[in-house]
């Protein structure tokens, strides 16, 4: 069995460690002997859209955005979409998310047009959201660290993916955090992700191994060790959120 | 003469600090908070007569280690520094490090003022401190939650440094494409430092790079050589930006286990001089070459320079040395990818394969997201280690990040008391062998304590 994992712009959107998550859904798939290519897209001709099980698309900075929104605004944007109906599920945290919903508004000039994979909006707030992420969600909980100025409000057919217990989440306003709508996921969680909530990063592999595989199931890692970073970042955000 | 204000914050100061040090508290910046909170201006005000002036020195790694040459080189020059020594480098350190000197009718003994500067406090602590120099060693993304985005950043930077006086000298890393557009004033004063031994630095982009695009025309950049991150021989092929000559360069880097040596040469390319620092680590060299830049903006003679940094000792932490029950600790602070991943550089050029202690901290002065770790090249370190001891308020995480880095389980051990760790660490060292200490910034000051309080190294505020 293998598969095939994309990193989208990583020389552009690559702040706050989020190849971690990359790096975990790498290791998760080989400790189960599974093979493992990763190959990056960057801003240009992709040459085989069709390729990935799973994408990855992390956070960047303001400049890095504004070429990654121009680029995924032509063709690479629509090839994204098409492997998604394709099958592929994408992971995204920060700036990934916020290009992977409609637009994002900000507080002056035009809005920029996101890729309308997610049925979300983002308008630029005022301060900044800095701190230890805490997020039930229906499965487990999700432990993480935000650093966003976005407000992202969620459309009718993106679910939440949870309910901030410490922390802001999508808005501030209405206690939800990231978004899932089919095989794709969006979330402010830094930390880096998946590493910390494997039960998310085996989801993904799950969806992703989907594609072309039949029937897969995953068999158990011993998860001891994440099992106490997830309790010892907890404690952190409970008592120093 | 500072005015009334001055010399009752002055006052008030010297009585904090007084009152402090016989309470046996010292090297913290509170007499220089109290100072402050009474006049703002008590930084303005102290430093203006200061006959050689004033030299701030910033920049996301190296600030510590150059200013802590150029206090050497200024001393061979038969100056008398002012020094934040302790590493207090918010505007209260400074205040702090002038209290230290003054007298109580706000007269100061040193004659230049010398600065670390925190590179977010640096827009606002230039326009106080007029300086005659600025230094900038670098800038890498470091503590996000406290500096946000780089690019944000070096702008702030940008528009501070071109609100000073045309007399003020900029020394600016040539090498970092972010440092080397700082300097935007046409009619700017700059010395620009950079390395040019094309031995140094492989051809691949690394992945932790923040400025893969071109600062004047958003282009990607190309690298002839990649030193560290983005630094290295960077140009624009689309709008022909590239690496500002070099006023002061190293022709020819060699390494040691414990030193480093550099080959200087100027504008014209005539060899000055050989330099041996005695701290090893190509990024040691780069913050070698941004002093003797800065010494030759204050118009300090080379062989001065260059005998001073030839007796140069480390600060707390920076690969110095400490005996232990007959192991030897190596030091090393780590705070953010680019500085780990340069501190790992060093270590492993010598072919080691470290025993380690390391600890992760989540606290204010070590940034509060942990997230960094994964861009740090573990993958790299990983292979070489062959045990690890791990603490740290968040020594789980790094814990988790060397696992998924491919160390095995049998070879890291978690041990959540520093104390603990440390006899743990050196008991599995064989007598005569090394352990190199990994740890973010408050994590080493809590060694430190430990260590100070065994009896082998004195406490910080003493150094």
Known sequence: MDLRIAHLYPDLMNIYGDRGNVIALSQRAKWRAIDVE??????????????????????????????????????????????????????????????????????????IPGVGILDATTRAGKTRFVGNLLVNAPDAYLIGFENHSGRTYLGANAKPLGTVVVGNGNNGEDKTEGAVQGKVIGCYLHGSCLPKNPWLADRLLGWALARRHDAVKLAPLDDADEKSARDQATEVARTRP | MPDTLALIANAAGKLTREGLRMTGRGGT???????????????????????????????????????????????????EPIHNRSGSNLDRGVAAALLADANWYGETRGDVGLFEIDEASL????????????????????????????????????DALATLPEETTLVLNADDPLVANLARRRDANTIFFGVEDQSVGGTIPQAISDATRCPRCKAPLTYKRV???????????????????????????????????????????????????????????????????????????????????????????????????????????????????AAIGALLETGRKPRLLAALNDRDADGRDVSWIWDADFETLAPTVSHAVITGVRGRDLALRFKYAGLPK????????????IERAVSLAPKGGEVVVLATYTAMQDLREVLSRIGVVAPFWED
Not at chain 2, 46 to 62: D, M, P
């Open chain 1, 38 to 111: 990763v190959r990056s897209y960057s801003v240009g001709e992709w040459a085989d859209p069709d390729w990935p099980d799973v994408w990855f698309f992390g956070g960047g900075q303001d400049q890095g955005q504004d070429i990654v929104g121009a680029d995924l605004a032509g063709k690479n944007g629509a090839a994204l979409k098409k492997s998604v109906e394709g099958g592929a599920a994408i992971f995204s945290v920060c700036g990934g998310y916020q290009l992977l919903g409609h637009e994002y508004v900000p507080e002056t000039g035009p809005s």
């Open chain 2, 29 to 79: 910046a509170l007499p220089g908070l109290v100072a402050l909170t009474l006049d703002p201006d008590y930084i303005t005000e102290l430093s203006s007569g200061l006959t050689h002036g004033v030299i701030c020195v910033s920049g996301t790694n190296g600030k510590t280690t150059t200013a802590r040459m150029l206090a050497d080189i200024t001393r061979a020059a038969g100056w």
């Open chain 2, 123 to 158: 827009p606002g602590a230039v326009g106080r401190l007029k300086p005659r120099v600025v230094v900038i060693t670098n800038l890498f993304r470091d503590q996000m939650d406290r500096y946000f985005e780089l690019d944000a950043l070096a702008k702030r930077i940008g």
């Open chain 2, 227 to 341: 030193v560290l991150a983005h630094v290295g021989d960077w140009s624009c092929a689309s709008c022909w930006l590239g690496r500002p000559p070099r006023d002061v360069s190293a022709t020819k880097v060699v390494l040691g286990d414990s030193w480093s040596e550099i080959s200087l040469a100027g504008t014209i390319g005539s060899i000055f001089a050989a330099v041996r620092v005695p701290i090893p680590g190509l990024y040691n060299a780069y913050n070698a070459l941004a002093a003797i830049a800065a010494a030759r903006a204050l118009e300090i003679g080379l062989t001065e320079a260059t005998s001073a940094l030839a007796n140069f000792r480390p600060a707390f932490g920076r690969l110095e040395t400490v005996e232990l029950e007959g192991r030897t600790l190596r030091l090393v602070l780590v705070k953010n990818p680019a500085g780990f991943n």
């Open chain 2, 410 to 421: 049998e070879r890291i051990e978690v041990v959540d008391e520093w104390r603990e760790a």
